[in-house]
């Protein structure tokens, strides 16, 4: 059974309600002073109006417009992110913060929209924490004007530098995301669908708080796991806080060590709590605007929307006989959140959604001079030395390491040994690759032609032949359920689970 909460309900679309206290004042002045057949003709007209009014707002939905913050409208050669269509079939049109490139969130963007999103603080992009504060006062203005933002993060990739940042801003409004993960054996899934990137195990709760926002909300699933950052984190808040939902009871609450250099966090023997039914998704009021808050890794939830990741466990199937109903929750949430803005009009004003292209540096970038001194790289071209998805260095920090920081490294990337069809040992590829130049070798290995046992010699093999002037990077290739062909690789590096 649901708690009860007290938010004020509110109409999503109040044209009518507008029209009709403006009509009630003028019929109840006529029963008193017109005759009967005046009377009757009165309120026969103003009853008629009222009902056109009400057709005409409802053959013109409501739409939420919500700015992404880190939007990227560049992909690949593949199609558009399918997730921008499932909003719009909700009634909320994502636009992005500029139509060529990623840039960070200024007034002028953030003022032609109803809400926003975050899926990070400050976002994916090497923002410091300079930026973030800059960030958090430009998003408190923005909600005490009107807007509404929506924060579901942070990514499982990002550090508690992110989430330092996120809480240093978020304390202000009276709640704490904790670092810690949740657990629940009894409300767990994990006889998932066999699908490319699919989570082992999903926690489900029916543990929601009645109210307008979540109306027919009956069971959520969220991914559950920990990597550099935990997939699930609980909320701490105060009384000015209405929580949407929460853990069921029988969860346990676990606080994590805090990593350094990117290693995942373990959890903190005897801290465990629990019995609390930690709260998950909570919202507020902030000025004239609104705030709601959920600590989830924002893929499942967003970003793969619509596509075949995860078999839409999260989002739509649930665990095949119980549907989660997130879709539903989000677009109450973003609704509700949107309100004051559309019933205002500030922040409000965008009119296109948010398009993607296909990269152009794809396939015709201009060929890169490695024999260029680092050093003489103006800033300007300082991004082409960088993967496409990577963010960049400072140029302060980029100087300071072609300046002899530490030593560069020339790979030659992508060789395939003989161990999965290729050509030659990893003794081989180094010498071929020193006579030509090269200080490095990266391998791009089919992972799944080799045993565990296979890949661990590979892996030694390869430490055998590194020293401070070689490295030998043992690397795996893979495909995935599109026909993309990708590879990772590290000095150490796993072995894929048979999930």
Known sequence: MKRTSNIKHRTLNKTGARYLSSFFPILNVGRFRLGGFNVRCSIFLAIFSLSLLSIAADSAPAVVWALEQDGNPKIGPQSPPPYLDVLEK????????????????????????????????????????IEAETLGN????????????????QASMDTTKQHDAFNKWLTRYGAECEWATVEDETHSFT?????PWQRPCYLWTENIDASPITKDVKRLYFPNNVFYSPFLRPLKVNGDWNVLFRAEKTATVFPLTRP???????KIAGQERKGEAAVLMAVRQVGKGRLAVLGAEPGALYFDLGKPVGAQTASVRGDGENPSDWLKLLKNVCFWLSEPARSTGFPGGAKERATCYVNPEYGNRIPIDWERPDISWPDSELTRLYAMHSSMLKEADWRAMAAGQYKPFKFLVGAHSAKTGGKGSVADWKAAAKKAGFDGVVFREKILEMTEVQWKEFETECAIASDDSFLALPGQEFEDWEGNRFMRFNQVMPYPKKE
Not at 92 to 114: G, I, M, R, S, T
Not at 138 to 153: D, F
Not at 191 to 195: A, D
Request: aromatic share 8%.
């Open 90 to 129: 909700l009634g909320v049109k994502v636009v992005y913060p500029d139509k060529k490139a990623v840039v960070p969130l200024d007034w002028e963007q953030l003022k032609k929209c109803n809400m926003v999103i975050l899926t990070g603080f400050p976002n994916k992009h090497g923002l410091d924490n």
């Open 138 to 153: 430009l998003l408190h203005r923005y909600m005490n004007e009107g807007g509404g933002v929506l924060y579901i993060g």
């Open 191 to 195: 006889k998932v669908p066999k699908v």
């Open 260 to 266: 350094l250099g990117g290693d995942v966090g373990k």
